[in-house]
């Protein structure tokens, strides 16, 4: 597993190094959509995820452990990289983006990269829950069931945090 801030996610993309650095998915293995901060975020990022994946012909098996990635990295942003970049602010709304957070789905040699956007500054943390904690395990399920993950080093606009999945079934 990839535990660690990474400056491109080639190498969980591609098992040799890539050759252009700019690589970007056809439009057939590419999908995105903005998130917003209502309650239903995260149902609605984890059908986006599931609805994509079977039209791509992912197997159902990769396709409900993206959907749980999903919901754990979108939980997060919503957690701390959202409420985080707007409490920056003096919680004062400001001129910005439209939407706080993106969710982006690439898909190549039979696998699927799952990343989520947003404005936070802080890299994310693995934590470890006491043992009747009702949260605090999202990132150990994301852990789990990816092939890597990890994330951008946080920048002024933010940070993205990835994980990828490997066809298995």
Not at 29 to 44: E, H, I, K, N, Q
Not at 55 to 82: F, H, K, P, Q
Request: charged share 15%; proline share 7%; with cysteine.
């Amino acid at each position: 597993m990839t535990t660690h801030p990474a400056e491109t996610v080639h190498t969980s993309l591609w098992e040799e190094p890539c050759d252009d650095p700019w690589w970007v998915p056809g439009p057939d293995s590419f999908a995105a959509c903005a998130l917003s901060v209502s309650g239903r975020t995260v149902a609605d990022a984890r059908r986006f995820t599931r609805a994509t994946l079977q039209g791509w012909r992912m197997c159902a098996t990769v396709a409900d452990d993206a959907a749980l990635i999903v919901s754990e990295l979108v939980s997060n942003a919503l957690r701390y990289g959202i409420r985080k970049a707007v409490a920056g602010t003096g919680g004062t709304a400001q001129q910005g983006p439209v939407h706080p957070a993106w969710l982006a789905l690439t898909r190549q040699h039979g696998g699927v990269l799952c990343a989520v956007s947003d404005g936070g500054a802080a890299a994310p943390v693995m934590g470890t829950p006491g043992l009747l904690a009702e949260s605090g395990r999202g990132l150990q399920i994301v852990d789990q069931l990816s092939d890597a993950w990890g994330w951008t080093p946080p920048d002024h606009s933010g940070k993205t945090v990835w994980a990828a999945l490997s066809s298995r079934g």
